[in-house]
């Protein structure tokens, strides 16, 4: 199985317990791919994410699996030669649009996953990754929310949520999408710029079932629960945050305790990595 993660060095903890979650729920190899890059734009820094936690990651995996790997790939002069300049100053950090720069290095495979550092599995994925994907460029769930308000088609619901991604990198390569929608992001500005240009741009897009993009509430279904932000009505409306390294709130406010076996785990790594 092919997965790409793509940020930099404030991705670390999300990637760590992804990780460890994939690892716990497949016995098949992991190859996992680590997008980074270290950029200076004006008064941002990006750095990018350390070779001391892949290369812990990598060990770590091998152990189970001697055919598992995770690699990191320096994106720097890719985003350099084509950054997305109108969405350079907006909230949405530059390492997120960085999946988009996927089909120029050769050495990712056709099929991959990509997934959010804040995606947390709880099951086999199997089906998921394995699924036919002759004729489509990427595979997805609908955002929870962007569902009923962004569309193509005002009769059919069709905006995913770009934080659980099948690709289809061969025929990605072959329709152009992410070139189109690299172009997309440095001329025009957008919320949500590479979700916005995905969704605008890709012409074959295959829905799959919410279980393998849960973001709002655990169901027994669930296959990857992603962290994102939610409406809560009670005892007022207000958005709500917690991302899988914030303990406590995962515990406190979410009243979550599906994952304290790799939280648990987390820890421990982290704490030996970071001394």
């Known amino acids: 199985m092919n997965i790409l993660y793509c940020g930099d060095k ?16 497949t ?9 980074t890059m270290d950029l200076t734009w004006k008064t941002r820094q990006v750095l990018p994410v350390s070779r001391e936690t892949v290369s812990y990651l990598d060990s770590r995996l091998r152990k189970q699996n001697e ?17 997305p300049l109108a969405n350079m100053e907006t909230r949405f950090t530059p390492c997120c649009m960085l999946r988009l720069y996927a089909d120029q290095v050769p050495e990712l495979p056709d ?15 199997g089906d998921f990754y394995h699924q036919e994907l002759s004729g489509w460029e990427l595979a997805g769930a609908l955002d929870y929310y962007g569902k009923w308000f962004f569309r193509n088609n005002l009769l059919h619901m069709d905006y995913l949520n770009s934080g659980v991604l099948l690709l289809n990198l061969a025929h990605i390569r072959e329709t152009g999408l992410f070139a189109r929608c690299r172009t997309l992001c440095s001329e025009k500005k957008m919320f949500m710029p590479d979700q916005s240009a995905i969704n605008q741009l890709a012409a074959q897009k295959k829905l799959c079932g919410r279980a393998y993009n849960e973001q709002r509430r655990l169901h027994k279904e669930t296959v990857f629960q992603h962290f994102t932000t939610s409406f809560r009505f009670f005892p007022w409306l207000h958005t709500l945050t917690v991302k899988p390294w914030q303990i406590d709130q ?20 982290m704490a030996e990595l970071r001394g």
């Open 10 to 25: 404030n991705i670390e903890d999300g990637l760590v317990i992804s990780v460890l979650s994939l690892q716990k729920h």
């Open 27 to 35: 016995s098949e190899p992991l190859n996992v791919f680590v997008m």
């Open 67 to 83: 055919k598992s790997s995770v690699v990191l790939i320096d994106a720097t002069e890719l985003f350099r030669a084509a950054p």
């Open 111 to 125: 099929r991959i996953l990509y997934l959010d550092n804040d995606v947390v599995c709880r099951k086999d994925f």
């Open 250 to 269: 995962v515990h406190e406010k979410l009243n979550l305790h599906e994952y304290d076996d790799i939280l648990q785990e987390y820890t421990a790594v």
